[in-house]
């Protein structure tokens, strides 16, 4: 299990982070959604051991991670702009990733070619943005991590190559219980692999739960009369006599107190995450506002 456990971090007068707490459960892929601002890589970077808190406590199965050789080890960290050194080819970071984790896969490694394909030898200041974030896919899933964290991992990569990363990912956590963490703005493809997700904003923690629970939480429902009272909106629009309402709540009772009413047409429907993300934070002032140009 990975842990944040109310982390405060201020830069000057700015607060990052506001006593934020996060638990990615052991085994799971845990999306870390938020808008820009959010705090989300400020998070990570305590994740990773790069910040040290203000006040609180950053944890790996219950094992500090701040000044923590040992955890570090266990984590594989993609950040959204990549390291490398000025000169340096895959071959050159291969040696050096080989020097830090005591799991380096070499193996592997030349396994992996046969999906990257990458030049060897070149310096990777030469690689397009794609192949950059190729190459690091290449170097830190030899390290054979207990826990990956990736931050915009995908961006920058075609989509034949963003499948075949997620493929690899999702293998790894299937055959070693690999424990995933990704952050990311495009909450569609989060969708498809993640079975937990954790929503912030401002340096806190919106909302965090199972995907399963959230989307079962939250409804679209759409009815052509009058709404019953009693229902938890978090949003309502029409078009015409059709109107749609955010609901929070569970789907059976929902639809029981909407029947009650005997509108003349009414249906209750699932969310997207991407819908939940924007209805969730629609209540701190992040509703999609329609502005006459």
Known sequence: MLKLNNITKTFGDFKALDNLTMT???????????PNGAGKSTAIRHLTGVYRPDSGDVLLENAPVWENPAAKARIGYIPDDIFYFPSASLEDMRKFYAGIYPNFDNALFERLYEVFNLPRKSPMRRFSKGMQKQAAFHLTLCTRPDVMILDEPVDGLDPVMRRQV????????????TTVLISSHNLRELEDICDHVGIMDHGKMLLERSLADMQGATHKLQLVGDAPEGLEVLHESASGRLKTLIVRGNVDEITAKVAAANPAYFDVLPLSLEEIFIYELGGVNYEVKNIVL
């Open 166 to 177: 997620w493929s690899l990912i999702l293998s790894d956590v299937a055959e070693r219980g």
């Open 24 to 34: 990615v459960p052991k085994g799971a892929v845990y999306g870390l959604v938020g």
